[in-house]
């Protein structure tokens, strides 16, 4: 079945630094994908999505690139803030019957200042 | 703003009780969900509706059932609370039907963290 896989945390950074995190998937057919940010004590929130290969999501400063032929869809900032701390899901919707989103287990980022 | 809310951020039950998490949304939306959340495993669904008394098992529905009785409301139901349903639980509702590929978004609760004791 479909699946999302995300690099383990935590990710410990300094403030500016330049931020990855790895995402990669399996699945049938032409997902769309997305990027969900969980901030401390709230529920998580829509951050960018990409529906087509070579699509490039971006908001806030953070980037990600639907990449068909590697299966992948890392998410990039240049510069991270103490702000940015938070967990991010890396998420697909499975089209089809109900269209569920299927979620990556999560990577929560630390930013220092 | 578009708004889902959960009747409480924080409970304690004992094992065995009956407990029941309630979830409104503000937005006139056909789908809710119910997912569990935990360090590790990610969002697990547990049970959606995508109508007024519609309901659909998800992935882990075992130890739960559900109930939407009107659209604004999707309430999540332990019948017998166990301690291995300590988790925290998210609501979650999004728009009709898709089309074309397009996808409509889904919009989360901030949580209910139960413990079970």
């Known amino acids: 079945g479909n699946s999302v896989t995300q690099m383990e945390g935590p990710v410990t950074l300094s403030e500016e630094a330049f931020l990855t995190i790895n995402c990669t998937y399996t699945?049938?057919?032409?997902?769309?994908l997305f990027w969900y940010v969980q901030y401390p004590g709230e529920g998580l929130q829509l951050l960018l999505k990409?529906?087509?290969?070579?699509d490039k999501g971006s908001n806030k400063g953070f980037e990600a690139t639907y990449r068909k032929e590697t299966t992948s869809f890392h998410l990039e900032k240049g510069s991270v803030q103490v702000s940015d701390s938070a967990v991010y899901f890396c998420?697909?919707?499975?089209?089809?019957?109900?269209?569920?989103?299927?979620f990556g287990a999560g990577t929560r980022l630390a930013v220092h200042p | 703003d578009v708004k889902v809310t959960q009747s409480s951020r924080y409970l304690v039950k004992r094992t065995g009780e009956k407990v029941f998490l309630e979830c409104v949304q503000d937005?006139?939306?056909?789908?809710m969900f119910w997912y569990r959340q935990d360090p590790g495993l990610g969002l697990r669904l547990i049970y959606f509706?995508?109508?007024?008394?519609?309901?659909e098992k998800g992935d882990i529905p075992e130890g739960y059932s559900v109930s939407r009785e009107k659209k604004e409301r999707f309430s999540l139901i332990l019948e017998s609370a166990s301690t291995n349903q300590t988790s925290m639980y998210l609501c979650?509702?999004?728009?009709?039907?898709?089309?074309?590929?397009?996808?409509?978004?889904?919009?989360f609760g901030p949580g209910t963290r139960l413990t079970v004791l």
């Open positions: 979650a509702s999004r728009s009709g039907q898709l089309a074309g590929g397009s996808y409509n978004e889904q919009f």
């Open positions: 937005m006139d939306h056909e789908n």
């Open positions: 990409a529906t087509k290969a070579d």
């Open positions: 998420a697909l919707i499975e089209f089809g019957g109900y269209n569920k989103l299927i």
């Open positions: 699945a049938t057919g032409y997902p769309s």
């Open positions: 509706s995508y109508d007024v008394k519609m309901k």
